[in-house]
């Protein structure tokens, strides 16, 4: 009767894990998305003109404005339409719509939307009058009656290319003695400076201020690029001190604004991408985050008024960022001045852990040139590190073992009384000198190192579409092989509940393999929790990464190997206790 109590505990407790890791998971611990199903990178449900910036006399920050929705047109309807400088890096192609000097054209060349090799490369950027709008600008607002650029101001170009070697001036004048200049030049990666300025020719001082503006139209409709706990997707940026991931969409959606009285920078982050304005270094300006229109999203930074007195000119830079977020490059724009711009990726509290574990991961894959077998050499690495921890496991298992049948005998004597059954066991460990928690040390030590990993494969974009071998295309999303539709022979993808391909399958019998070579739980209700826990975390971890699996296969395998060593060093271990 006790047994089959004991089974159906087991079952139960089993099952509840089971269903509920499920919905945990997709709340807290988002799967990466599988392969080829990336169809755009940015997306939106409409059109609408930007916002206004403030007039003046009121503080510097944008004014909502919501005029009619322009005529949605084809992207290479909008790219066709003339009064266009081209874009040219390494890193980057598009243009600068001369109409309103916006950048609303960028696609970034060094990664493609899907695995497939044909696939297009991402496009950042659209134009405004397109669906997937998202563009970056600057411009001016100056007092009453002085005439500033605005969103339909045809700008004239000093040539027809910006590229790292070849920078481009655009300049207008409004007729009423001032003229404006923006000064565009580029890196070889993807920060673009432009350098503004006002001269004033007439015979009044003018009393101006510059800006500079993102405006996203629509939001990412894909559901694995939407905020998670683990992950922060939507307006960000370094205000007030401090990075901000606290200001959502949905925020915006209810009608809320967000001033800040000093910028680093500010802008959209997606899971691999980030659009950004920047400030001057220390340079004073103020910042919001707003919805001007509906499904209309900016992000804004303007300067104070400043008068500009006849015959003089104002000069302040702005700076974009539209790209991808490399860790290596925001780490090297933040330390040539730009704050905390590495925050740009959500890595968290653990970010002191995890930046090391990414490191060395990149470290390996540059010697080893596969980030397969660098995950797996990396897991041989963490196993050395933690071999001591790992004798005094065993050394503690084979202190249990010895030490069972007075357990046992314990457990027999007080059946009936579970508070004395404790009470002696606490005292038989300390008689024989017993530590009955030393064998989850390696356990506890593996969960952080696991989470890291797990944020390095979700969030770098040096994981996104790396390959391993044979079906395995992209080592951060889950396994694209899966039994239930008989690797993809029949035409439907299993829930996530279901998704049992190889990498989970040789993840149960690895664990399997591991616990049996474990001295068996004195506590039936453990025992049977054991059988059935390897087949539970087969289901549980199908549809992560696969570079986690990876990690975890690797893992057990060492672990596999160690414990058959200790038992050939130890035969004591696999001995029968002595009664």
């Not at 087991?10 to 990466?32: D, H, R």
């Not at 080893?368 to 050394?395: C, D, K, S, Y």
């Not at 929790?529 to 992560?544: D, E």
């Not at 395998?557 to 035969?571: D, E, G, N, T, V």
Request: net charge positive; hydrophobic share 45%; glycine share 6%.
């Amino acid at each position: 009767m006790d047994d089959k109590r004991n089974w159906i505990t087991a079952i139960l407790l089993s099952a509840a894990i089971l269903l509920g890791w499920n919905f945990v998971a997709q709340k807290f611990l988002p799967t990466p998305p599988k392969p080829d199903v990336t169809k755009t990178v940015v997306g939106a449900n409409g059109a609408a003109n930007p916002a206004a910036p403030a007039q003046p006399g009121t503080p510097a920050a944008p004014h909502a404005a919501a005029p009619a929705a322009p005529t949605v047109v084809p992207l290479e309807t909008a790219l066709t339409a003339g009064n266009r400088v081209a874009i040219e890096t390494p890193a980057l192609s598009g243009s600068i719509n001369l109409v309103g000097a916006r950048i609303d054209d960028i696609t970034l060349t060094k990664y493609r939307q899907t695995i497939k090799k044909d696939s297009p490369p991402v496009r950042l950027f659209a134009p405004g009058n397109t669906k997937a709008a998202y563009y970056a600008s600057v411009g001016w607002a100056a007092q009453q009656g002085v005439e500033v650029p605005g969103p339909a101001t045809v700008w004239a170009a000093s040539g027809a290319k910006l590229t790292p070697a070849t920078p481009v001036t655009l300049s207008w004048a409004n007729g009423t003695g001032q003229s404006f200049r923006i000064d565009y030049s580029i890196d070889a990666d993807y920060l673009i400076t432009a350098k503004q300025t006002i001269a004033n020719t007439g015979a009044a001082p003018v009393n101006a201020s510059s800006f500079a503006l993102i405006d996203r139209l629509g939001k990412p409709t894909d559901p694995h690029e939407q905020s998670s706990w683990t992950n922060h997707i939507g307006p960000t940026g370094y205000l007030d001190g401090k990075s901000v991931f606290d200001v959502d969409y949905k925020h915006l959606d209810k009608g809320e604004a967000f001033k800040y009285g000093a910028a680093g920078w500010l802008g959209f982050t997606d899971k691999y991408w980030l659009a950004a304005v920047i400030p001057a270094k220390d340079e004073r300006v103020t910042a919001s985050i707003t919805a001007p229109a509906a499904d209309t999203y900016q992000t804004l930074f303007a300067r104070p008024f400043a008068a500009v007195a006849p015959g003089k000119q104002v000069t302040t830079t702005s700076r974009i960022f539209a790209g991808a977020k490399e860790v290596s490059t925001l780490s090297a724009y933040q330390d040539a001045g730009i704050p905390r711009l590495s925050n740009a990726i959500d890595w968290g509290w653990f970010e002191f852990f995890e930046k090391p574990i990414f490191r060395l991961l990149d470290w390996l894959f540059q010697q080893v040139g596969n980030f397969g077998v660098a995950i797996m050499v990396l897991t041989v690495i963490i196993r050395a590190l933690m071999f001591p921890v790992a004798q005094r496991q065993f050394h503690s298992m084979a202190q249990m073992r010895l030490v069972q049948p007075k357990m046992k005998a314990l457990q027999e004597r007080y059946k009936d009384d579970k508070p004395r059954q404790q009470q002696e066991l606490m005292k038989l460990y300390k008689d024989e000198k017993i530590n009955p928690l030393a064998g989850c040390l390696p356990i506890v030590l593996q969960i952080p190192i696991f989470y890291a990993l797990y944020k390095v494969l979700m969030l770098t974009i040096e994981m996104r579409h790396q390959p391993f071998v044979l079906w395995i295309k992209d080592l951060s999303a889950p396994d694209p092989a899966h039994f239930l539709n008989l690797f993809g022979l029949l035409n439907f993808t299993p829930p996530s509940l279901l998704a049992l391909g190889p990498l989970a399958l040789l993840l149960g019998v690895t664990m399997f393999l591991q616990f049996r070579l474990n001295p068996q739980a004195t506590d039936p209700v453990q025992q049977q929790v054991f059988k059935i826990m390897p087949w539970l975390f087969m289901f549980i971890m199908a549809p992560f990464a696969a570079g986690l699996l990876l990690y975890w296969i690797t893992n057990n395998c060492l672990s596999i190997a160690q414990q058959q060593f200790m038992y050939r060093k130890f035969p004591q271990l696999r001995a029968a206790p002595v009664k």
